[in-house]
């Protein structure tokens, strides 16, 4: 299983929108609507903020939304804040286990 | 709230093992499975396995067979993640996850907050 392929880095500032890429295979992203994305601050624990390819846990803000169009899910996050500042990493489901994205680093400036 | 809380950082020297707790509290631990994750240094993360602490079920990825083991102690609502044979490239920060339980998830509702290993002679 190969990782899943994210841009290492985004940007944008306050009040914008933007959207963060994942892209597998038709083995995984492609075949399964498990698509997760979390929110990583480091030292921090990560935080899970879209589930199901767009579901968002409670407590999660309706700034972030998913999407899934085959072999690429995506992250939308609009309406940034200072605070969305953070890695972002996309999780899917593949036989065998689940496989993550290298990551995206997300610069609010 | 539910909360897990890892043991702290550990030096490990190539070929030598080491131990990495994680203490659930906050919900039944029994009902849900446990996953380990680690990230390598500027890489990203990566499924280690999963435990039932209902019994102690596991399964490895297969890249860590032979070399990984899963334990769990259901009195004290700790799960275990021991490493053995341990090489440089298994310097990363180790991360228990839970599982949020149903049919046909795949992710994870809550993480530690991670355990550095360091591999050193």
């Known amino acids: 299983q190969s990782a899943l392929t994210q841009s290492a880095s985004v940007s944008g500032s306050p009040g914008q929108s933007i959207t963060i890429s994942c892209t597998g295979t038709?083995?995984?992203?492609?075949?399964?609507?498990?698509v997760s994305w979390y929110q990583h601050h480091p030292g921090k624990a990560p935080n899970l903020i879209i589930y199901?390819?767009?579901k968002r846990p409670s407590g999660v803000s309706n700034r972030f939304s998913g999407s899934k169009s085959g072999n690429t899910a995506s992250l939308t996050i609009s309406g940034l804040q200072a605070e969305d500042e953070a890695d972002y990493y996309c999780?899917?489901?593949?036989?065998?286990?689940?496989?993550f994205g290298g990551g995206t680093k997300l610069t609010v400036l | 709230q539910v909360q897990l809380v890892q043991s702290g950082a550990e030096v490990g020297k190539p070929g030598a093992s080491v131990k990495v707790s994680c203490k659930a509290s906050?919900?039944?631990?029994?009902?849900?499975?446990m996953h380990w994750m680690r990230q390598a240094p500027g890489q990203g993360l990566e499924w280690m396995g999963i435990?039932?602490?209902?019994?102690?079920?596991?399964s490895y990825a297969q890249k860590f067979q032979g070399r990984v083991t899963l334990t769990t102690d259901t009195s004290t609502s700790t799960v275990y993640m021991e490493l053995s044979r341990l090489t440089s490239e298994d310097t990363a920060v180790y991360y228990c996850?839970?599982?949020?339980?149903?049919?046909?998830?795949?992710?994870?509702?809550?993480w530690g907050q991670g355990t550095l290993v360091s591999v050193s002679s």
């Open positions: 999780c899917s489901y593949a036989i065998g286990g689940t496989i």
């Open positions: 038709s083995s995984d992203v492609g075949n399964y609507d498990l």
């Open positions: 906050g919900y039944t631990f029994s009902a849900y499975y």
């Open positions: 435990i039932n602490p209902s019994g102690g079920t596991t």
């Open positions: 199901g390819v767009s």
């Open positions: 996850a839970k599982d949020p339980g149903g049919v046909g998830v795949a992710h994870y509702d809550y």
